[in-house]
């Protein structure tokens, strides 16, 4: 079994990261979604709601697990003995970060490759800090997370 490891914060889960695991659902047998924290980051949401989240938009992906971890990714990709470590590209800009991430990855985990897969072009403008401002300000982010998401966000903002 080809199992890859898709790592992210995921705060919130977007249309975008759903469309990734979809794809990579298509190359490797088994996807795990390891949530993680960032310390560059502050989270709108904890680790178990981000979790959540994920379990509830990917329950009908079969191929799918998802996980939260911390420490070193290639650490954690082994213990999964995970093949690749999926990455998803939006930009341009996104290329320069995850291709010097990926040499890196490569060299200490000794084997573990990373499959960068560029997200369908309706969601390249797409990413979780614009979703989450989109809903400070009252818009509707139906069109970009899925509707549990989109729920919490503005239970979060408008309580």
């Known amino acids: 079994m080809r199992t890859a490891v898709y790592p992210g914060t995921f705060d919130p889960v977007t249309f975008g990261h759903l469309d990734v695991i979809q794809r990579a ?17 502050k989270p709108l949401f904890s680790l178990e709601e981000r979790k959540g ?3 509830e938009a990917t329950k009908q992906y079969k191929f799918v697990g ?4 911390s420490g ?18 939006r930009e341009l800009s996104d290329f320069e ?5 990926a040499i890196v990855n490569r060299m200490l985990g000794n084997g ?3 499959v960068l897969i560029v997200t369908d072009e309706k969601f390249f403008f797409l990413n979780s800090s614009m979703v989450k401002e989109i809903a400070s300000l009252g818009g509707s982010v139906s ?3 899925p509707k549990n998401v989109g729920k919490a966000l503005k239970a979060r903002f408008f309580p």
């Not at 070193?72 to 590209?89: D, Q």
């Not at 970060?97 to 991430?101: L, P």
């Open 72 to 89: 070193l990714l290639v650490e954690y990709a082994k213990k999964r003995s995970a093949a690749a470590i999926i990455r998803g590209l």
């Open 112 to 114: 573990i490759e990373t």
């Open 97 to 101: 970060f995850e291709f010097q991430s």
């Open 66 to 69: 998802v996980e939260s971890f």
């Open 25 to 41: 659902g298509r190359l490797f047998d088994r996807v795990i979604v390891a949530v993680t924290t960032n310390p560059a980051k």
């Open 53 to 55: 989240f994920l379990v």
């Open 143 to 145: 069109a970009f997370v």
